[in-house]
């Protein structure tokens, strides 16, 4: 079996770059007030994946971290893109799917937090929505 393939990722203005496998185990738009906030959008579009399988590989002494040292959002503090989220204590990592410049295999499969979107905003797909989480 091989190695997946390997994503690139970068920043509005290219300052901050990374790589990701292509291996993510989940993928999801969270409409929460948070991601809301930090984006500037109606909702991130995300995918999650074990920590260790993203690399900052360029301008890493350029994020600029918000949160804690275990869960938090990474953003360029040159031009401000939102890259990635640290969470479930440092264990995994949310792509933000619009830093990426490969396109993933993984697709959303839901809408999470719906509950708080953006009264603004029509959802028209035919995803599941979740009022909080996805539940298993």
């Not at 937090?113 to 035919?126: E, L, M, N």
């Amino acid at each position: 079996m091989s190695a997946p393939r390997a994503l690139r990722g970068k920043c509005l203005c290219g300052a901050v770059q990374y790589e990701v496998a292509d291996d993510f185990v989940y993928a999801l738009n969270c409409h929460c007030s948070n991601c809301r906030r930090a984006t500037g959008a109606a909702f991130k579009p995300f995918a999650g994946i074990e920590r260790m399988k993203l690399t900052v590989t360029a301008g890493g002494d350029r994020l600029l971290i918000h949160g804690s040292q275990t869960n938090h959002d990474a953003h360029c503090a040159r031009c401000g893109s939102m890259l990635y989220s640290l969470v479930r204590d440092a264990a995994w990592v949310h792509v933000t799917l619009g830093t990426l410049i490969d396109s993933p295999s993984i697709r959303p499969s839901a809408h999470i937090f719906v509950g708080s979107k953006a009264a603004w905003f029509t959802i028209t797909d035919k995803l599941p929505q979740y009022e909080g989480h996805v539940t298993s």
